[in-house]
Structures are given as C-alpha cells and as structure tokens.
C-alpha cells in the first residue's frame, strides 16, 4: 500500500531533550516536505526536500533540521526542542516538483514540550 | 493579507444541504489543492486543479483562473464529511512552495 509513515504519533518530551520525528515513503517520490499546524494558523511548511541531499527552508524554518540521505526517508530533528515547537507535525511526499501533483500525507505527530 | 483566504471558517449544516466552500487567491498560480483533514488529524488530497471542474463522488471542486477563485461543493451532505477543508495553491512562479488557507471547518448533523 502506498503510503507516508510518520513516527511517534504522540510524543511528550522536555525542553532541550533532543529528539527524531521520522518519516518514510514507499512511493519512490522525489518531494518531500514538513508542516506544522497549529490553531488557527493552519499548515506552515518548516523544511522540504527536492531530491537526495537537497533541503531547503520553508516559512518557520528555526529550530528544526533535516537531512535526505535517502530517497525514502525525510527526518524531522529538534536539537534543542522549545515549548513554543509544541504543535501537530506533518510529514508529506509527493512525485514531482510542488503543487502539480497529488499530495500524500502521514497521519502527523502531536509534540508537546513542556 | 493572506495571499489565500477560505470562506467560511466554519460551517454548520443539516444532512442533505448542499455545502459550497469557497477559496481565493491574490497570486498567480498553476495549480490549487483542495484537502481534507478529519477529526482524527489526517490529511487526504481530494482535487488538484489547475481549470475547470472535477468531480469525484458527491465531491466538485471549480476553479475560475480569471477570479482568481474556486469552490469545493458537496451534495447529499452527510455527517462522515465532517471535516476541516484546507485549499492550497502553487505559485506560478514557484517550482516547489504551496501557499495555505487556514480551512473551513465543516460540522454536518445528523
């Protein structure tokens, strides 16, 4: 089945306690990208990746990282995670450059830093 | 000014009513997105449109490239197609960006 994995679905963590949202696809895409949602402000993108090693910032960019060392796998690093990350994290894929095809979505992780 | 606006934010309505959710943009683009995000939090592509009309179901989604405008419209509506709709667009002048609507949250009852 195709499909956009995202890991944990929940995570509760401290503040400066480093941690990995994950995410893998098995669609062989070439775009992946990162979102968080918060309410009322709906979905900002944070980083996107266009293909193997190539990143680049989105809107809300500070305080995250990434890295695409493969095609399949996109993760979402907090280095030093801050109670203003806590939020509704997205990660999406799809085949070709941005809007001109279909967007598949994980089914989010919900971090709250206290 | 957000460069994508939704109409309305939220949205209450009877079983059968036909909904309209409407989208409009202040930049050129070559593609629109229409999603839809249940309680649950996941997030479903429903139409990508870059003219015209689409349909998929009880689903029809337009867009109106002069206006600067589209509709995502549900007949027969019934209380599973409550939901947060989100509208998307890709600028034209932009290989990989999409620009968010905040949503319309959609209540059906029963």
């Known amino acids: 089945e195709a499909q956009v994995t995202q890991n944990p679905r929940y995570l509760i963590t401290v503040t400066g306690k480093k941690l990995t949202v994950t995410c893998s696809q098995n669609?062989?895409?070439?775009?992946m990208s990162w979102y968080r949602q918060d309410p009322g402000l709906g979905l900002r993108q944070i980083y996107y990746?266009?293909?193997?090693?190539?990143?680049d910032k989105g809107d809300v960019p500070e305080g995250y990282k990434v890295s695409r060392k493969e095609k399949r796998n996109f993760p979402l690093i907090l280095e030093s995670p801050s109670p203003n990350q806590t939020s509704l994290y997205f990660c999406?894929?799809?085949?070709?450059?941005?809007?001109?095809?279909?967007?598949?979505f994980g089914n989010g992780t919900r971090l709250t830093v206290t | 000014k957000n460069e994508v606006e939704q109409s309305p934010q939220n949205l209450t309505a009877q079983e059968g009513e036909f909904i309209t959710i409407n989208c409009s943009y202040s930049?050129?683009?070559?593609?629109l997105h229409w999603l839809q995000q249940h309680p649950g939090g996941g997030i479903v592509s429903l139409f990508m449109?870059?003219?015209?009309?689409k349909k998929h179901g009880r689903l029809i989604a337009t867009i109106n490239i002069q206006e600067k405008h589209s509709s995502l419209h549900i007949t027969a509506s019934h209380p599973r197609d409550s939901a947060v709709y989100i509208c998307?667009?890709?600028?034209?002048?932009?290989?990989?960006?999409?620009?968010w609507g905040a949503g319309t949250k959609l209540i059906i009852k029963p």
């Open positions: 998307a667009v890709r600028r034209a002048d932009s290989n990989y960006q999409l620009i």
């Open positions: 930049v050129g683009i070559s593609a």
């Open positions: 999406a894929s799809n085949p070709g450059p941005g809007g001109n095809s279909p967007l598949h």
């Open positions: 990746s266009m293909n193997v090693e190539v990143t």
């Open positions: 669609m062989n895409h070439e775009y």
């Open positions: 449109l870059s003219s015209g009309k």
